[in-house]
Nanobody, 128 residues
Framework: QVQLVESGGGVVQPGGSLRLACAAS????????VAWFRQAPGKEREFVAA????????VYADSVKGRFTISRDNAKNTVYLQMNSLKPEDTAVYYC?????????????????????WGQGTQVTVSS
């Protein structure tokens, strides 16, 4: 059972930056693809970014492409989401998720159904 703990959320002004972290309890975390999803009030959970087990392949939602960067440090069992040029519409609870697959297809990476383990979420609020 993999436990995921997100951190790094907070309140930031438009145009600002935050870096989220997702720490895993499992040493075999390096075998899992990992993604970030987000959910705003009254909306469905949506895909943000994903990274393969090795870190060589990444996928981004169009809405964050060029602003967000997903990365991982398998030695630290941690995945990061660097968020720059934040907008009010980025406000949401951000969740990390891990899948027992090393390299998902793009379609798989963007689907909530692929992921076996989820964190509790961290709030990101972008407001002036």
């Amino acid at each position: 059972q993999v436990q995921l703990v997100e951190s790094g959320g907070g309140v930031v002004q438009p145009g600002g930056s935050l870096r989220l972290a997702c720490a895993a309890s499992e040493r075999t975390f390096s075998n899992y693809a990992v993604a970030w999803f987000r959910q705003a009030p009254g909306k469905e959970r949506e895909f943000v970014a994903a990274i393969s087990a090795s870190g060589e392949t990444t996928v981004y939602a169009d809405s964050v492409k060029g602003r967000f960067t997903i990365s991982r440090d398998n030695a630290k069992n941690t995945v990061y989401l660097q968020m720059n040029s934040l907008k009010p519409e980025d406000t949401a609870v951000y969740y990390c998720a891990a899948a027992r697959v090393a390299i998902p297809t793009t379609a798989q990476a963007m689907s909530v159904h692929v992921y076996d383990y989820w964190g509790q979420g961290t709030q990101v609020t972008v407001s002036s």
